[in-house]
T-cell receptor, first 115, second 117 residues
Framework: ETGVTQSPTHLIKTRGQQVTLRCSSQSGHNTVSWYQQALGQGPQFIFQYYREEENGRGNFPPRFSGLQFPNYSSELNVNALELDDSALYLC??????????????FGEGSRLTVL | AQSVTQLGSHVSVSEGALVLLRCNYSSSVPPYLFWYVQYPNQGLQLLLKYTSAATLVKGINGFEAEFKKSETSFHLTKPSAHMSDAAEYFCAVSREDSGAGSYQLTFGKGTKLSVIP
């Protein structure tokens, strides 16, 4: 069984640039969620994708956007980067439906530094 | 709105001693509660979850947690700490995003556990 994989693992950008982070979900999982974890904080929900559509969103501005592809992999895009966007971005996959009560399977994250 | 409060950002215990990590939650509906562990430079791994079955939940690596509705608590315990338990622990509560059919987790700020030899 293949777990959640994310790329790149580390990257450095400058303020105002754009970034794309990628995620492959765990085998058999068709729902992907993205979380932002700032230094010393718990992860915060950005959004979730199911069947290639956004299916729930946290309190993040529109410059945070995403995609899900037919193979259930996903991208997180952040435009007009700000210094406060520096964080570990975590992707998590799950299966939808009544048996899913929020249990998520996380990747190891992409650490973004904005200078 | 949901929230999670973890008391103590850093807890130190001696190897072999009891581990107690505290978590209190607020939720307008019966919650689903989770404990996740994060080792350095890694993602989060599920330790255990409460989903309205038994109030005492057993997880991996000898950890367990007790759901106490009257105290709105879900504290994590382990009878005897091991060096390999040193990590950061996150308590989380889940809610369904109304109308979207999706669940999102609200995490606490985490408690870093150090184990002293």
């Amino acid at each position: 069984e293949t777990g959640v994989t994310q790329s790149p693992t580390h990257l450095i950008k400058t303020r105002g640039q754009q970034v794309t982070l990628r995620c492959s979900s765990q085998s058999g999982h068709n729902t992907v969620s993205w979380y932002q974890q700032a230094l010393g904080q718990g992860p915060q929900f950005i959004f979730q994708y199911y069947r290639e559509e956004e299916n729930g969103r946290g309190n993040f501005p529109p410059r945070f956007s995403g995609l899900q592809f037919p193979n259930y992999s996903s991208e997180l895009n952040v435009n007009a980067l700000e210094l406060d966007d520096s964080a570990l971005y975590l992707c998590a996959s799950s299966t939808p439906g009544p048996t899913n009560t929020g249990e998520l399977f996380f990747g190891e994250g992409s650490r973004l530094t904005v200078l | 709105a949901q929230s999670v409060t973890q008391l103590g950002s850093h807890v130190s215990v001696s190897e072999g001693a009891l581990v107690l990590l505290r978590c209190n939650y607020s939720s307008s509906v019966p919650p689903y509660l989770f404990w996740y562990v994060q080792y350095p430079n890694q993602g989060l791994q599920l330790l255990l979850k409460y989903t309205s079955a038994a109030t005492l939940v057993k997880g991996i690596n000898g950890f367990e947690a007790e759901f106490k509705k009257s105290e709105t608590s879900f504290h994590l315990t382990k009878p005897s700490a091991h060096m390999s338990d040193a990590a950061e622990y996150f308590c989380a509560v889940s809610r369904e995003d109304s109308g979207a059919g999706s669940y999102q987790l609200t995490f606490g700020k985490g408690t870093k556990l150090s184990v002293i030899p």
